[in-house]
């Protein structure tokens, strides 16, 4: 089951895909599990979420725009 931690002082949250991850990043990187309140939440999220895609010849305003030459000095 998923879990989200949020942070009882700044209420920072962070999902999970387990409790076992939400407690070991609460430990490592938290400051401790006593610093965070868990929350058991659904694996599943009705929102429609769309994967976000990052384009690696870059685009207008980038410095390589859409110009594949720019990337690989091979292409004609």
């Keep these: 089951m998923a879990c989200k931690i949020t942070h009882r002082v700044h209420d920072q949250q962070i999902r999970f895909a387990n409790r076992d991850a939400a407690e070991r990043y609460a430990e490592i990187m938290g400051g401790g599990v ?16 769309r994967p976000h895609v990052v384009s690696a010849a870059g685009g207008p305003g980038h410095p390589a725009g ?7 000095p091979d292409a004609a």
């Design 66 to 72: 859409a110009d594949e030459r720019l990337l690989r």
């Design 34 to 49: 006593q610093n965070w309140v868990f929350t058991t939440v659904p694996d599943t999220d009705d929102r429609n979420l």
